[in-house]
């Protein structure tokens, strides 16, 4: 039987508490131990020892499934640091100011507009990500609301 991968759960604890992200832990177990992990083994022991998870799902901010080459967009990022502050959860760095000022240009481009606007997210398009004019009475959030919501498919 292998030896187990994990060394002290203390010094993960520690690191986890820290902040400290699973690839940066990945990296440290190779430079310190000389042994290969993955950012899932720290986080199926992070699910283990009944720490909390550090993501946020908030399906009213981010009701589509995002594809991989839209999650570095400003408005996907924005969102999901919306649904930490909504959580509870703390914004690291300048992402207080940042949120702040992401929200402060939609409304003021809504406007200019002559109204509000929401991000709206069509995955075939170039950037998925885009503002639209806010359908009175249904898109009462920082969000289109879509039609139809598979968060494993994207939306209808």
Request: cysteine-free.
């Amino acid at each position: 039987m292998p030896a187990p991968k994990m060394q002290n759960e203390s010094e993960f604890r520690r690191w986890y508490e820290q902040g400290r992200t699973y690839n940066w832990m990945v990296e440290e177990y190779a430079r310190k131990y000389h042994i290969e992990t993955t950012p899932t083994m720290f986080s199926n022991y992070r699910r283990r020892l009944g720490l909390p998870a550090r993501s946020v799902s908030d399906t009213s901010l981010v009701p589509w499934s995002v594809r991989p080459e839209h999650r570095r967009e400003q408005h996907y990022i924005m969102l999901t640091q919306e649904a930490r502050r909504r959580a509870g959860k703390p914004l690291k760095g300048d992402k207080p100011e940042r949120l702040e000022a992401w929200q402060t240009k939609i409304a003021e481009l809504g406007e200019k507009a002559g109204g509000r606007l929401v991000v709206h997210y069509e995955p075939d398009l170039h950037p998925g990500f885009r503002l639209v004019p806010a359908r009175e009475g249904i898109d009462n959030d920082l969000v289109r609301v879509p039609d139809k919501t598979d968060r494993r498919g994207g939306n209808e």
